[in-house]
């Protein structure tokens, strides 16, 4: 650590944690009984149902959710002297996959695809139509690097890590890969997730 930089800890990311939880239990509830409520429904289609002309970018812009973004923004913090941040952005990727595991596999929520689930569903770029839906993963990374990342930031850039993630939940839903449940329970996730690891790392500061 620098010594221009201080490391703290923040009442809003204990917050953060409890209101990702908050909103992740009831999510997880409804998620658990496999069906798809009609207003659920009614947003997944009115998604997924817009023009085909999106569907290139939207197949471009969920890849900002993949694994390997951890990593990415790690070595980027490493560039620019922020070591908590790098640290953040690992253990972040890293609870991810944990996370993911204990909701399949402790909570035992396997709740199908839209493929499966929505009588309507356009299912584009590829998309897998079996598998497990609850929670979007993709969603949950993000979330939770948005998280960790707008501290470090200023004015308006602040707004671009919640671009990313409004973009990669809009098209996780419009390519067909989740309802809308699975990426609000992602969100939710995530936002514990980031709170979590800044509670835990600390953020660098300038002073």
């Known amino acids: ?17 409890v209101v990702g939880i908050a909103v992740f239990v009831p999510c997880a509830g409804v998620a658990s009984s ?3 409520g009609d207003l659920e429904r009614a947003v997944f289609e009115a998604v997924n149902g817009l023009p085909s002309s999106f569907t290139q970018p939207a197949r471009v812009l969920q890849y900002l959710g993949v694994l ?11 560039a620019f002297h922020r070591y908590r941040l790098a640290v953040a952005a690992l253990v972040v990727t890293a609870l991810k996959l944990a996370a993911e595991r204990a909701i399949w596999n402790v909570l035992d929520i396997q709740r199908d695809r839209p493929g ?8 584009r770029a590829g998309t897998p139509t079996s598998g497990v839906s609850f929670v979007s993963g993709h969603v949950m990374l993000v979330t939770a690097l948005a998280w960790v990342i707008t501290p470090y ?16 939940a809009f098209a996780r839903v419009y390519l067909g890969a989740h309802n809308p449940l ?11 997730i980031g ?3 800044n509670l835990s790392v600390g953020i660098e500061l300038d002073r």
């Open 1 to 17: 650590m620098s010594e221009h930089q201080r490391p703290i800890r923040r009442p809003l990311d204990a917050i953060a944690c």
């Open 34 to 36: 496999g069906r798809v």
């Open 68 to 78: 390997g973004v951890g990593p990415v923004v790690a070595v980027v913090a490493l």
């Open 116 to 123: 499966v689930t929505e009588p309507n569903a356009i299912v």
């Open 153 to 168: 930031l200023r004015g308006l850039w602040r707004i671009a890590p919640w671009a990313v993630v409004a973009a990669v």
């Open 182 to 192: 699975d990426v609000l329970g992602g969100a939710a996730m995530g936002l514990a």
């Open 195 to 197: 709170g979590l690891v």
